[in-house]
């Protein structure tokens, strides 16, 4: 009887191996990401841009607003937030990218093919203080 386990062990241990292999490859080929454009983020994010409401042009620039548009905006599609003057200069950030973002630079001065992208995928049917 032990040398019929001696025997089956080996074949045991590769059958665990290549069923966790396989798992691990399931794992990567099904898990979502939260960042790829796809239309239910899409949705999601509009949604969430949809709720923004400014009373006027001073209060966009307070702290208050800042921290409003913060939690207005948490939700697992959007990671970095930017806040842009009406004239094009980044006067917030904050999220994953904020880091590298220059504050109070013009958007206009560092845009490459993917940022003019990114900002001309911006629905048109939210007025212009809000894109």
Do not use: C, H
Not at 2 to 30: C, E, M, N, Q, S
Not at 60 to 79: A, C, R
Not at 115 to 126: A, F, R, T, W, Y
């Amino acid at each position: 009887m032990k040398k019929k386990w001696y025997d089956t062990l080996p074949w045991i241990g590769l059958l665990l191996g290549v069923f966790v292999i396989l798992l691990l490859a399931l794992a990567i080929v099904i898990k979502p990401s939260g960042n790829v454009e796809n239309s239910a983020n899409r949705k999601k994010a509009y949604d969430s841009l949809k709720q923004i409401r400014i009373e006027s042009k001073e209060a966009f620039n307070s702290q208050s607003f800042k921290n409003y548009l913060d939690k207005t905006l948490d939700n697992s599609v959007i990671n970095t937030k930017w806040l842009i003057s009406d004239n094009g200069v980044i006067i917030y950030a904050n999220g994953m990218m904020a880091p590298s973002t220059p504050l109070n630079t013009s958007i206009y001065s560092s845009v490459d093919d993917q940022s003019l992208g990114l900002i001309n995928s911006v629905d048109g049917n939210i007025d212009t203080l809000q894109k």
